[in-house]
C-alpha cells in the first residue's frame, strides 16, 4: 500500500497532475498505512516511517491540499516526538 502512495505522489509531482479523486483515493490509502503502523514489526517500522517522511516531503509541493493532508497524516507517527514514544494499537469500533 505505501509504495502505490509513493508512486502516486511521485507521478503527480514529476506530471503536475492535479486530480481531486486522485489524490483523495491516495489520502485514503496512506491513512490505512498509518493506521496499520502499530501492528507491523518493530524492527520494520523504522523503514516504514523513514519512507512516509519521504512522502511528505515529496507530497509538499503538490497543490489541492494534498501535501497538506499528507503532513497531517503522517506527523503523528514520523515527528520526533513519536520516535520516542510507544505506539499504540488503534482501538476498533
Not at 36 to 43: D, G, I, Q
Not at 44 to 54: C, F, G, N, S
Amino acid at each position: 500500500m505505501l509504495a502505490m502512495v509513493e508512486a502516486g505522489t511521485e507521478q503527480a509531482v514529476d506530471l503536475g497532475y492535479a486530480n481531486e479523486a486522485y489524490f483523495a483515493s491516495l489520502e485514503r490509502v496512506l491513512e490505512s498505512v498509518v493506521r496499520a503502523l502499530p501492528s507491523v514489526t518493530e524492527s520494520a517500522r523504522p523503514t516504514i516511517v523513514e519512507r512516509l517522511r519521504q512522502v511528505a516531503k515529496r507530497a509538499e509541493s503538490t497543490g489541492w491540499g494534498y501535501g497538506d493532508a499528507v503532513r497531517d497524516m503522517t506527523m503523528a507517527v514520523t515527528s520526533p516526538r513519536a520516535e520516542r514514544r510507544p505506539l499504540r494499537r488503534a482501538r476498533r469500533s
